[in-house]
């Protein structure tokens, strides 16, 4: 078994006793740096991430392996990558990235293939002049997504 196999099996182990919590990002670095991502339902505190730490830290031998650790939760302006994330957001206004355009709207359902983000714009009037306000809905596939970050409004 390789380290990095050894590695995510402790992970996945430590992960599975916390079911709120799932796993963004793990990459472990040729100087044997093991950098951990976390994301969950209700967010993630430091006790998650101290928790996950040391479940990792307490199943390696660094004798036969010497490691760095680093395991941190996604920043609140980290995009977002896996459907588990949009769903937790629904309600939020995301900014949306696609090959097409770039959409700034509330997210109003997500599951397992897309998400779905609504919007009031305004347009031309169809008769007459000047300009009406129109509700905009949009299903866009995950594939499509090439970035969307939560917008923070305080």
Known sequence: MTFKEK???????ALAERPSL???????????????TLDGDNGVNLQD???????????????EQDFSLEVASAGATSPLKMPRQFKKNIG????????EDKIEAEITEANDEFIVLEWSAREPK?????????QKRAEIKYEAIKEAVVIITF
């Open 7 to 13: 590695v995510s099996e402790v992970l996945e182990n």
């Open 22 to 36: 799932f796993l963004i990002d793990f990459t472990i670095t040729e100087a044997s740096k093991i950098i951990v």
């Open 49 to 63: 991430c101290i928790d996950v730490s040391r479940a990792i830290e307490n199943n390696l031998d660094r004798e």
């Open 92 to 99: 939020r206004k995301l900014k949306v990235t696609t090959a």
């Open 126 to 134: 169809q008769i007459g002049k000047g300009k009406e306000t129109v």
